[in-house]
């Protein structure tokens, strides 16, 4: 029977290392704008850094399921914290584009191995409340990650550069704590001895076709491709608008990309109070009209104080969905293949990241900036009908309804 009451420590140390992962990707919202001119690259090179990323995030979530099985938790999330600290070590001083590229893979491959081995952790032994608080903490290091990078770079008057060895440091906690802790990382109490009948009921033996067999996986991975891409999308791409497109000072675009990652953190602080007690049908379906509602309002450059607001319930309407996805995962595939299908997953999402705001970005250069609202609410259009595919599928193999009900 699986826990859900696990250690208040680890739980602790968790949420740590996902303000840890969500704030390089916040740097990032406002550093990119400084680091084209230091690399001489221009917009669209936001695809080819992130794509590079998303290869290494790919493989390692993808592998993660067999990762688990072999090394185990522990072992796993102290490998991928080395990895992602060599990442952050490489923003602070590499000196060509092609260093940053060649080692921005290899910290990606730790994000990959964290991500998928908290969220397997997570949703294994706790509720969707405490998931959804995981991804809260991604969000603080969201939030405080443009915030960071306009003090460093507007007031401060430092390289971009500065701004990553701030998550160098946090980077190198997160190392500290894994080796402290590492035998304690397990999925149940009675598996600190693993039997293959156990494994084989976690999915260590379970083949990547064997899952993409299922039609629901499929679904599940559509959906949060276009998810990620929506999420980053909204904070990466709105900068170039506001600065270059809409002639708003760097201080105030820093300060509404915060805002967005502040929304989008108090969301699922809420969403910890809520996700056990309401519908995850209700949860979603309105985080996507919103979402929806969120991207016209940004798109109509009318009052800067409209497209604020709407990015900012772009945020609060997205905060709910990844936790509550991955904590429902296995329930809609079987703890079978629970593991790879989180490691899907979280591979497709940052596919998703990849993929979406470098097509923006391209779309941009070529149409124009103001393309970039209409770009979120056509995906964000798209997501939406992924999730009700989705559930349409759940309700035609009649699987159970979740526990909190419809």
Partial sequence: MTRKNGPLSLLLIAYFSFIVIGLPPGILNIAWTYMQSTFNVTLSALGLLLGVGTVGYLLSSFMSGRVIGRLGIGNGLLLGSVLGTLGMLNYVLAPTWETLLIFSFIGS??????????NTFVSANYSAGR????????????TLGPLVATLVITQLAQTWR??????LV??????????LTRSQWTLAPDETRPTPEKAEAHGANVSFRETLRIPMVMLLIALFFVYGGVEVSAAQLTNSLFIDGRKISQETAGFWIGVYWLSFTIGRVLMGFVADRVSTRLILRAGMIGAIIGAVMLSVNSLPALS???????????????ATLVAETPRRVGLRYAANTIGFEVGMTSLGIAFLPGLGGFLAERIGLELIGPFLLVISIIMFVLYELVVAHE?????????IGD
């Fill in 308 to 322: 604020f607001f709407g990015l900012t319930l772009i945020g609060f309407s997205l905060a709910p969905m990844f």
């Fill in 131 to 142: 998931l959804n608080w995981l991804h809260a903490a991604f969000g603080v290091g969201a």
């Fill in 170 to 179: 946090l980077y190198l906690i997160s190392v500290v704590s894994f080796v």
């Fill in 395 to 403: 309700v035609k193999v009649a699987q159970p309804e979740p526990a």
């Fill in 109 to 118: 491959l730790g994000g990959g191995i964290l991500d998928t081995a908290l």
């Fill in 162 to 167: 500065v701004s990553y060895i701030i998550a």
